[in-house]
């Protein structure tokens, strides 16, 4: 069967470290990952899209890599800080064409001053 | 940037009666929006794709005569849940993609809960 796993306990970390949190799936051909970010009873917020032939991409304190064989995504947040507590979401893109994504659950982040 | 606006954002309605949700792109034309579901602490799932001009597409297990979606234009997509029941309670985001951009704008999601 198809899914898309995220670690569903909450990721605890300090202020100044770096989160990593993992997104694997299974039995999908995606043609691009995206991750969002989204806070208690908001709707998501889009972070970064990498499209399958990419290894990593960067945004400011962001970092996500992709591994088409191992199938899995890995998101970093550098030098974290309370305000990056949230809930991250990775979602599948399955055909170039910018159609519907396929989320995955989610893993809450939470940054301690 | 990109913005999508829904509206409103939270509704109590009694069982058996219907509610509106409303889903506008405020600074871009949205040809295609996509309406999400989402129960606690679980994903968003994807119910319909609105389609201006056209029928929605409606994904499996989905009613699309409870759950109606009309795309009249290139900025607005409304959800229509009728006759609604406690189990619909859930929250409802839309979704549209400005052309030339990576991501999706997320409307900020409806609170329905059905007394």
């Known amino acids: 069967s198809q899914k898309i796993e995220q670690n569903s306990e909450a990721l605890n970390i300090q202020e100044g470290k770096t989160a990593t949190l993992t997104c694997n799936y299974t039995?999908?051909?995606?043609?691009?990952l995206q991750w969002y970010r989204q806070d208690p009873g908001r709707g998501p917020v889009f972070l970064l899209l990498?499209?399958?032939?990419?290894k990593e991409k960067r945004k400011e304190r962001l970092k996500v890599t992709f591994d088409t064989t191992l199938k899995q995504s890995l998101f970093h947040i550098t030098a974290s800080q309370p305000a990056d507590s949230a809930t991250y979401l990775c979602?599948?893109?399955?055909?170039?064409?910018?159609?519907?994504?396929?989320f995955g659950t989610g893993t809450r982040l939470l940054v301690s001053p | 940037g990109a913005v999508v606006s829904q509206h409103p954002s939270r509704v109590i309605c009694k069982s058996g009666t219907s509610v509106k949700i409303e889903c506008r792109s405020l600074?871009?034309?949205?040809?295609?929006m996509f309406w999400y579901r989402q129960f606690p602490k679980q994903s968003l799932m994807l119910m319909a794709t609105?389609?201006?001009?056209?029928?929605?597409?409606?994904e499996q297990g989905v009613e699309k005569d409870k759950f109606l979606i009309n795309h009249a234009s290139l900025t607005l997509s409304t959800l229509t849940v009728t006759s609604a029941h406690p189990e619909d309670s859930s929250f409802y985001i839309c979704s549209a993609r400005r052309t030339g951009t990576d991501g999706y704008t997320f409307g900020s999601g409806t609170r329905l809960t059905v007394v």
């Open positions: 979602a599948l893109g399955m055909n170039t064409g910018f159609q519907k994504l396929v």
């Open positions: 609105s389609n201006e001009g056209s029928k929605a597409t409606y």
């Open positions: 600074d871009f034309q949205a040809t295609t």
């Open positions: 990498i499209r399958e032939n990419e």
């Open positions: 039995n999908y051909s995606p043609a691009y």
